[in-house]
Nanobody
Framework: VQLQASGGGLVQAGGSLRLSCAASGRIFSSYRMGWFRQTPGKAREFVAAIKWSGGTTHYADSVRGRFTISRGNAKNTVYLQMTSLKPEDTAVYYC???????????????????WGQGTLVTVSS
């Protein structure tokens, strides 16, 4: 499985961005797709996750109500729609995929088997 994240950029506080994660290879319906973010000197932080087959979504408290993860109609793509962006959302965002991750472990980056290269989101104040 290979993941390619894109869509990052510079945006003013209050603005919106949509990140995309294009997946290639064999992905089973049981896979979970996640978005994480990381700033220099800090651990990778869970943002959101969705089951590859669609349906149930999970969010970090810091983004709930502002970010939406979804499975796109386009083949093998997962999106992260980010609205009401804040300067503290500035980070490199990574998409990830993992098989059979239980709900209580979705926020743990060591549960994911595959990672994209990251895309930088910068929110100016």
């Amino acid at each position: 499985v290979q993941l390619q994240a894109s869509g990052g950029g510079l945006v003013q506080a209050g603005g919106s961005l949509r990140l995309s994660c294009a997946a290639s290879g064999r992905i089973f319906s049981s896979y979970r797709m996640g978005w994480f973010r990381q700033t220099p000197g800090k651990a990778r932080e869970f943002v959101a996750a969705i089951k590859w087959s669609g349906g149930t979504t999970h969010y970090a408290d810091s983004v709930r109500g502002r970010f939406t993860i979804s499975r796109g109609n386009a083949k093998n793509t997962v999106y992260l729609q980010m609205t009401s962006l804040k300067p503290e959302d500035t980070a490199v965002y990574y998409c990830a995929a993992g098989a059979g991750i239980i709900n209580t472990a979705l926020m743990l980056d060591n549960q994911y088997d595959y990672w994209g290269q990251g895309t930088l989101v910068t929110v100016s104040s």
